[in-house]
């Protein structure tokens, strides 16, 4: 059972990882610093937007409008950061 937790817990970091690596990525891009015509940079921006968009599209529904700026991502690794402390808290010892 504590191998299910370790788990769940190192799917939260990467997954926050994850967040953190296509907002830099986002950011070089829109600045011109990354070429999106270089097929590579492409495909990885892509796969990191493709996996982090489903999470980060919900949160900005909720949040208002602050003129360019998009907090989604610092909510989604806040959100991320208590659903790690909730499960090696709360959880863990409930079933060990």
Do not use: C, H
């Not at 208002?64 to 700026?69: A, D, E, F, Q, R």
């Not at 690794?77 to 499960?87: D, G, N, Q, Y």
Request: net charge neutral.
């Amino acid at each position: 059972m504590t191998a299910v937790f370790w788990l769940i817990e190192e799917i939260i970091f990467l997954y926050t990882w994850a967040v953190i690596i296509a907002v830099v990525m986002s950011l070089l891009m829109q600045f011109g610093v990354l070429d999106t015509r270089n097929r590579i940079v492409w495909a990885v921006g892509d796969f990191f937007e493709r996996l982090t968009e489903p999470a980060l599209r919900p949160i900005r529904q909720f949040l208002p409008n602050l003129g360019g700026i998009d907090l989604s991502p610092l909510v989604l690794i806040l959100l991320l950061r208590a659903a790690s402390i909730f499960v090696r808290d709360t959880l863990k010892p409930l079933f060990l």
